[in-house]
């Protein structure tokens, strides 16, 4: 007999499929997604594990949005993304959304590093890092995130530039799950 999914594992890959299809497609990931999956998975662990399966999932969520918060705040990715990662976390818990960070971030940087060879991106990307570092270092007045990244999504070229990183969280989940399967005994 074949074993199914957790309930929150199967809602977390259905939304992040959904949220991968928009920020390929459009670069965003919807509220009318990311709101309901939050609160949703509040209520579901709130009701299934009680006071302790409620405080189990704000701290996913709390953990996936304090994960993403200052790469948003640096103008490295849109809100959509955070709002995503703090949603998955209320589903997955935090432990899961720390790993389901990691690995979505390796997969982010496997596709950055393969754009910038594609491209020829060498000498912006690296003009890009010393942006953030000089962010980094004032933490003032240059911090315009929204600005910059709007600025990138509705360029031409924006294939080439931006990583959609619902995408990412995609196959993040997806190699976690495939990890995880292939722990289990045979």
């Given amino acids: ?61 709390l953990c996936g949005f304090a994960i993403l918060v200052s790469f948003y705040v640096l103008g490295g990715m849109g809100a959509g993304d955070v709002k995503l990662m703090a949603a998955l976390g209320a589903w997955l818990g935090p432990l899961p959304t720390i790993c389901l960070f990691i690995v979505s971030g390796l997969a982010a940087g496997v596709y950055a590093l393969a754009l910038i060879l594609c491209y020829g991106q060498v000498g912006e990307t690296w003009n890009n890092l010393r942006v953030i570092y000089y962010r980094l270092a004032i933490l003032g007045r240059y911090l315009g995130s929204e600005d910059r990244l709007e600025t990138e999504v509705n360029a031409v070229d924006r294939r080439r530039r931006v990583i959609p990183f619902a995408a990412m969280m995609g196959l993040g989940l997806l190699a976690l799950l495939a990890w995880h399967w292939l722990q289990q005994p045979q």
Avoid at 11 to 38: I, Q, S
């Fill in 1 to 61: 007999m074949a074993s199914t999914l957790p309930i929150p594992v199967t809602v977390a890959l259905f939304a992040v499929g959904v949220a991968a299809v928009t920020d390929v497609w459009k670069f965003k990931v919807y509220n009318l997604l990311t709101m309901p999956l939050l609160l949703s998975g509040l209520l579901y662990h709130g009701i299934t594990g009680g006071w302790q399966g409620f405080g189990g999932s704000v701290l996913g969520c």
